[in-house]
Nanobody, 120 residues
Framework: QVQLVESGGGLAQVGGSLTLSCTAS????????MGWYRQAPGQERELVALITTNNYKKYSDSVKGRFTISRDNAANTVTLQMNSLKSDDTGIYYC??????????????WGRGIQVTASS
């Protein structure tokens, strides 16, 4: 069984900073891409940032220059540093990991979601 455990987030003022972390665990896992999606009230889930095993990064245009994604391959952990927060960044953030196990091929796994709120 693959599990994604998310931590961080919370409440910050507009212009402030928050950090999200996510760790994948399970027996015999091999983790490929990891990243974060978010969903604001009344909107669809959207990509925030992704990072590959080789540290190639992809950001949505709305967060470029403000958010930084990184990972620790040995720990199967991805971190999202969020700076210069805007009210539009508010939403539930979901960790994504593409994982292959010794019994299953590569597939998506999702965290349960963690709240991020930026208020004026």
């Amino acid at each position: 069984q693959v599990q994604l455990v998310e931590s961080g987030g919370g409440l910050a003022q507009v212009g402030g900073s928050l950090t999200l972390s996510c760790t994948a665990s399970g027996s015999g896992i091999s983790v490929e891409a990891m990243g974060w999606y978010r969903q604001a009230p009344g909107q669809e889930r959207e990509l925030v940032a992704l990072i590959t095993t080789n540290n190639y990064k992809k950001y949505s245009d709305s967060v470029k220059g403000r958010f930084t994604i990184s990972r620790d391959n040995a720990a199967n952990t991805v971190t999202l540093q969020m700076n210069s927060l805007k009210s539009d960044d508010t939403g539930i953030y979901y960790c994504l990991a593409d994982v292959e196990t010794d019994t299953q091929g590569l597939k998506h796994y999702w965290g349960r979601g963690i709240q991020v709120t930026a208020s004026s």
